[in-house]
C-alpha cells in the first residue's frame, strides 16, 4: 500500500537525522545562540547561529533526547543553513503549519523538503512539543533579534 511505503520513507528519514544529525559543529562565536529544554520529557537543544556577510546563516543544532526532538533540530539545520536571515520566519510559520495539520499548498511541501517526514508526529499530540522544540528555540532568536 502507498500510505505504508510513505509513512516507512518518512521513519527512515526521521531515523536516519537522529542517528546522523546534521550541523552539529560548535560555533566558536556566534552571533545568537539559545538553549531550550522540554521539562516534562527532558528534551534539549542547543542552537547556534552566525551570520555571513551576506546575511546567510550558519547554523548549529545540538542536543540530547528523544528521536523526534533530535531529528527535527537535525532536519531544521538542514533546511535553514545557508538560508537568508530574512526567511527564517517563514519557515518556523510553514512547519507550525504543517505540524498543525493545516493546508499547504504543493509549493510550500515542496518548500519543507524532508522537513515534511515529521508531518506523522501530529497524530500523536503529546509528542509535538518535542518536534517544536528547536523551532521554537528558531523563532526566539528571531523575535529578540527583530
Request: hydrophobic residues 40%.
Given at each position: 500500500?502507498?500510505?505504508?511505503?510513505?509513512?516507512?520513507?518518512?521513519?527512515e528519514i526521521v531515523?536516519?537525522?537522529?542517528?546522523n544529525p546534521r550541523n552539529t559543529e560548535f560555533l566558536s562565536k556566534p552571533?545568537?545562540?539559545v538553549e531550550k529544554?522540554?521539562?516534562f520529557c527532558g528534551d534539549e537543544i542547543k542552537l547556534q547561529i552566525s551570520l555571513d556577510q551576506n546575511q546567510k546563516?550558519?547554523?548549529s543544532v545540538t542536543g540530547r533526547g528523544c528521536a523526534i526532538s533530535q531529528a527535527s533540530?537535525?532536519?531544521?539545520?538542514?533546511?535553514?543553513?545557508?538560508?537568508?536571515y530574512k526567511e527564517l520566519q517563514s519557515n518556523v510559520d510553514l512547519f507550525r503549519k504543517l505540524i498543525r495539520d493545516e493546508m499547504l499548498s504543493e509549493e510550500?511541501?515542496?518548500?519543507?523538503?524532508?522537513?515534511s517526514a515529521l508531518s506523522g508526529v501530529r497524530k500523536f499530540p503529546?509528542?509535538?512539543k518535542c518536534a517544536m522544540l528547536s523551532w521554537v528555540a528558531l523563532e526566539e532568536i528571531i523575535k529578540k533579534n527583530n
Open positions: 500500500m502507498v500510505s505504508d511505503e510513505l509513512n516507512e520513507m518518512y521513519e531515523m536516519d537525522h537522529y542517528h552571533d545568537y545562540e529544554n522540554n521539562p546563516i550558519v547554523v533540530g537535525s532536519l531544521m539545520a538542514e533546511k535553514i543553513n545557508l538560508l537568508p510550500e511541501l515542496d518548500s519543507l523538503g524532508d522537513v503529546v509528542r509535538i
